[in-house]
C-alpha cells in the first residue's frame, strides 16, 4: 500500500536574507515524514520558494509552521521587491503527488486556512482548485494592488477574506493559500531554425487556441543552438498525459517536414508521467506502479 | 545522492512449514533498513523463495542470518522435494539494483562465503558472476548430485567448496552463493492464434540463436485468449533495453502480417528500466533518474 503524498510549493515575501529562508526551511523540516526537496531565491523579486513534500497531514503542519515563522522574520512594512506579493507567506499551493485527488488537497487548503486565520491572526483567501468564488480562481485578482493597496481596500466586502477578519496582520500582511495540479515544464526540440514552425505547432497544441485542454505552449528559439522550440506547462499530467503531447507535436511537426530531434523535462517529475509514457508505447497490460522495486521498497 | 542497493533472492529448502520460513523472514527483517518485498513457499518442491533489499552491507547481513537461522531449523537428512538442492540455504544469489556493480555483488558473494564458512561450518560455493571457475558459473553443474551426492563427493577436490573444508554441514549441507544481474519477466502477446509466429519470433531475439545478447525467449500459447506470445527472460536491461526488444519483436512480428497485441511485466521491475523505455520514446535528453519526484524523496 503506498502512502499517499502531498507537495507544497509556498513563495515567501524574503530573498536577501539566507539566515531567514533557513530559518523557514528548518520549520518545514521540523516535522517527521516531511522532505524538503529545493529550495530558491531570487534578490531582484525579494522572494523564495520552497518545495517539500509528505504524507497530506504533515504537509499541511509544515507549511502551518513555516507561515507561522515567516510572520515571525518578515516585515511587510519594511518589504520591497519586483515580484506582486501580499503577504510573508504570500502564496502556498498544495499539489497531489500520489493516493489524493485533487478535491483532498483543495480540503487541505481550508483546514490550513482556517486554521491560519484562527491562531496566527493572518487573513487568507483561496485560489484556484479552492477557490470560493470564480474571480479567485486567479491569484492575479487576488493580489490586485498588492500589499499596500489590499491594506486599504480588505475592508471592501468583494475583498473581504475568506478566512479570518477584514484586516490585515500589521506586518505578515495576508495569505493565498489553494489546490492546483502539477506542473511538469516539458519542452520539444524541433530540426529547423524557423521559429514560425514552432509558434504554429505550439498554437495547434495548446488549449487555449483549441488545442489539448491541460497544455500551455510557446514557440521560442533555442539561439545558441539554432534550433526552434516548443516550450510547454502540462497542467494535467493524468489527463493530458506527456505521451499525447508529444505524440500531437511529432504530427503537427510532419506537416512542415520538420522533425522532433529530442525533448526536456525540466525540473522534477512524478514518476506516474514517465510510467505512464512508458507503458503506453510498450503496449503494456495490467501494469501497476507496485511493480516498480524501488517503489515498493520506499514505501513499506 | 541515492543509496546504493542491492537484491538478494535466496531459495531455502523448506516449503511445507510456514512457521520456520516466517522464523528465516524475521531473521532477515532484523537487519535495520531492510526490506523484504517478497516470500513464496512451494509445497511440491518444498522450498521458499524470499526477496528483500537494502544497502549492500546490510543485505549481506541479512543474508548471512538468514542462513544461519535455515542451519538451525532445517535438516537436509530429512529432506525431501522435487527441486534440486543440496542445503538448507541452498542458493543465495545478489543482484545490483542501482547505484552499485555486478562486480560489487561478487565482492559481497565473496565476503559471505567466508562469513558462512568460518562461522557456521557450512562449506560454500561460488556461482554465476562469481564463480571461480567457468564450470562453477552454472548451478546445476555444482548441485550434481544434490545434497546426498554432494555429501559423497565433496571430498574429491574437483568437487571442493570455494570456501570451508571439503565435510558436509551435518544438517546444513551445503551452500551455493553468487551474484548476477536482475532478470525482468517480459512477455509480448501477438494478434494471432499461430503459435508458430511466436516460435520464430522467439528464435529471432533470444541471445541463444544469435538475437539479442541478454535475451532469452520462447513462443507458448495462451489458451485462454487464444493469443500466441513471445514470453522472455531480459537478463540484463542496461545492456539490453525493453524497448530494444519490444521493437525487434513488433519489426519481425510485421513480416508475418502480425502485430503486437500488449506486452507484460511479471512482478517486479527496476525503475531505471522504464525510464528509460520512456527516454528512448519521448526521445529525453539529459534526463536524470534524480528528475523523479518520489527518488528525491525516498533516497534523502
Not at 509544515?62 to 504570500?90: C, T, V, Y
Not at 499551493?93 to 485527488?101: E, Q
Not at 522550440?229 to 500531437?248: A, D, R
Request: net charge negative; charged share 25%.
Amino acid at each position: 500500500m503506498k502512502r499517499p503524498m502531498v507537495e507544497c510549493v509556498p513563495n515567501f515575501s524574503e530573498g536577501r536574507r539566507p539566515e531567514v529562508v533557513q530559518e523557514i526551511a528548518d520549520a518545514i523540516r521540523s516535522v517527521p515524514g516531511v522532505r524538503l526537496l529545493d529550495q530558491s531565491s531570487d534578490v531582484n523579486h525579494n522572494r523564495s520558494v520552497l518545495t517539500f513534500v509528505g504524507e497530506p497531514m504533515a504537509v499541511k503542519d509544515a507549511a502551518f509552521r513555516a507561515i507561522s515563522r515567516a510572520a515571525e522574520l518578515i516585515d511587510m512594512e519594511k518589504h520591497q521587491g519586483e515580484h506582486p506579493r501580499i503577504g510573508a507567506a504570500d502564496v502556498v499551493p498544495f499539489v497531489p503527488v500520489r493516493g489524493v485527488t485533487i478535491d483532498d488537497c483543495v480540503e487541505l487548503a481550508r483546514r490550513l486556512g482556517q486554521e491560519v486565520a484562527d491562531k496566527l491572526h493572518i487573513p487568507v483567501y483561496l485560489y484556484e482548485e479552492a477557490a470560493t468564488s470564480e474571480d479567485r480562481r486567479n491569484l492575479a485578482n487576488i493580489r490586485r494592488g498588492e500589499y499596500e493597496g489590499l491594506k486599504n481596500e480588505i475592508s471592501l466586502p468583494e475583498r473581504h477574506p475568506d478566512f479570518g477578519m477584514p484586516v490585515m496582520h500589521p506586518t505578515a500582511g495576508a495569505t493565498v493559500i489553494g489546490a492546483r495540479n502539477y506542473l511538469i515544464a516539458y519542452n520539444i526540440n524541433l530540426n529547423t531554425s524557423d521559429i514560425s514552425v514552432a509558434k504554429k505547432i505550439a498554437r495547434r497544441v495548446r488549449a487555449s487556441s483549441g488545442g489539448l485542454m491541460y497544455v500551455k505552449a510557446l514557440g521560442i528559439m533555442l539561439e545558441d543552438r539554432n534550433l526552434a522550440q516548443v516550450s510547454m506547462n502540462l497542467t494535467n499530467f493524468e489527463k493530458t498525459p506527456i505521451h499525447v503531447v508529444f505524440n500531437l507535436v511529432k504530427t503537427e511537426a510532419e506537416r512542415y517536414g520538420v522533425s522532433i530531434v529530442s525533448s526536456e523535462i525540466i525540473g522534477l517529475v512524478p514518476m506516474n508521467a514517465l510510467l505512464e509514457a512508458a507503458g503506453y508505447y510498450l503496449r503494456l497490460e495490467s501494469f501497476s506502479g507496485k511493480q516498480v522495486l524501488e517503489a515498493g521498497i520506499w514505501d513499506e
